[in-house]
């Protein structure tokens, strides 16, 4: 069972039963922090290794893609970090946060049965809500890629009136999904142990080893959408991902266009 600390400070849980990627069996547990991010990028600095994980029972200042805000109440949701230390080149890395993505979205359902659709780069939904996001961050020595933190939030057991009202209506959660209150141990340990299988794929295939998996989950290929991008705004219709995770979209003059980063939105 997960166990947390009753204490502030970075206190390592030896006994819990979770595995961490790769083998990794450093495991912070908090009842409240600031954001699994920050505490993973100082154990990250502390030189604490790869698959290190740092959970959360609540956030106050989670943060998701673009500077917003992550809604992190206490017991409603998990707020998780993984410190990785890829042997690789930097411009690979926005296939971490796809493949994550797809074992996510595998981890909802094998671990209870919900059926989530990625949304690229970073969120996964049900019904057009938004069920789970991930945030991932490097820090960087030049071009020397020294860690990469990988943090997901995952919408609980949260009811409706959880939310925020500026969000309400685009939120959900586990619970409201199947009805039921869902069993944290079970998503985190299916999710962690589809990572770690994952992450050995990507370091030797790149993105190619789950881009046919995230095509079957993603809710978006064959649609049309809009990316705002580097201040300029592209239409057109999704046709996959690259070897890197770029978004690939045609656009109105038959143009393939790859997308790094940008704010994406479904048309009609």
């Known amino acids: 069972m997960l166990c947390a600390s009753d204490e502030q400070n970075l206190e390592e849980m030896d006994t819990s039963p979770i595995k961490s990627c790769r083998g990794g069996r450093h495991l912070f547990h908090f009842r409240e922090t600031d954001s699994t991010s920050n505490r993973a990028h100082e154990l990250a600095r502390k030189g604490y290794p790869e698959g290190t994980v740092v959970l959360a029972d609540s956030q106050t200042m989670g943060r998701g893609q673009l500077?917003?805000?992550?809604?992190?109440?206490?017991?409603?949701?998990?707020?998780?970090?993984l410190i990785l230390r890829p042997d690789t080149n930097p411009a690979r890395m926005p296939g971490i946060t796809l493949m994550t993505a797809v074992c996510l979205a595998e981890a909802f359902?094998?671990?209870?049965?919900?059926?989530?659709?990625?949304?690229?780069?970073?969120?996964?939904?049900?019904?057009?809500?938004?069920?789970?996001?991930?945030?991932?961050?490097?820090?960087?020595?030049?071009?020397?890629?020294?860690?990469?933190?990988?943090?997901?939030?995952?919408?609980?057991?949260?009811?409706?009136?959880?939310?925020?009202e500026e969000i309400r209506s685009r939120s959900t959660s586990i619970m409201m999904e199947t009805g039921t209150l869902p069993d944290r141990e079970s998503i985190v340990g299916s999710f962690l142990g589809r990572f770690e299988r994952a992450y050995r794929e990507f370091l030797e295939k790149g993105s190619d080893s789950f881009a046919?998996?995230?095509?079957?989950?993603?809710g978006m290929v064959g649609k049309?959408?809009?990316?705002?991008?580097?201040?300029?705004?592209?239409?057109?219709?999704?046709?996959?991902?690259?070897?890197?995770?770029?978004?690939?979209v045609r656009d109105r003059d038959g143009r393939d266009r790859r997308i790094l980063s940008g704010q994406v939105s479904l048309v009609g």
């Open 109 to 164: 359902t094998d671990a209870c049965g919900v059926i989530a659709s990625i949304k690229w780069p970073n969120d996964l939904l049900v019904r057009g809500r938004k069920l789970s996001g991930i945030l991932t961050e490097m820090a960087l020595t030049g071009d020397i890629l020294d860690y990469v933190i990988v943090g997901v939030g995952i919408n609980l057991s949260h009811g409706e009136d959880d939310f925020p």
């Open 224 to 248: 049309t959408v809009t990316v705002e991008s580097a201040g300029a705004v592209i239409e057109g219709t999704v046709s996959g991902i690259d070897e890197i995770g770029a978004l690939l």
């Open 67 to 81: 500077g917003r805000s992550w809604h992190s109440p206490q017991g409603k949701g998990i707020y998780l970090s």
């Open 212 to 218: 046919e998996r995230w095509k079957s989950l993603s």
